[in-house]
């Protein structure tokens, strides 16, 4: 087997493959994207999307209590969440939410 041409690979596939295994660099990679992205829930979805592949869809999905298919969808672009399935993704990624003013923010 050759080598892989680097301009082959995706930026998506390079980023998965750099958080596989790194449960510090994955929950990092979420909270850059809460902090800023956090009027566009789609990009959050995306990156917690991001993590999931990086951990293994299956066995992401198996640890947020979720069938496969199912996390998928809410995980898609247009993906949209009931908030009781959201909290079992965050307790999966062992994280919690965190509320503050935003005029403290910044």
Sequence with gaps: ????????VSYH????ESLR????AQIEYIKA???????????ILSAIRTVAEARGFKNFAESADLNRENLYRVLS????????????ILDA?????SVESKSKVG
Aim: avoid cysteine; charge should be negative.
């Design 77 to 88: 672009e247009g993906g949209n969440p009931r908030l009781d399935t959201f909290f079992k």
């Design 1 to 8: 087997m050759g080598k892989i041409n680097k301009a082959a």
């Design 13 to 16: 596939e390079e980023l998965v």
């Design 21 to 24: 295994d790194d449960e510090e």
């Design 93 to 97: 990624l062992d994280l919690r939410l």
């Design 33 to 43: 994207n809460f902090e800023d992205n956090g009027d566009m829930p789609s990009v």
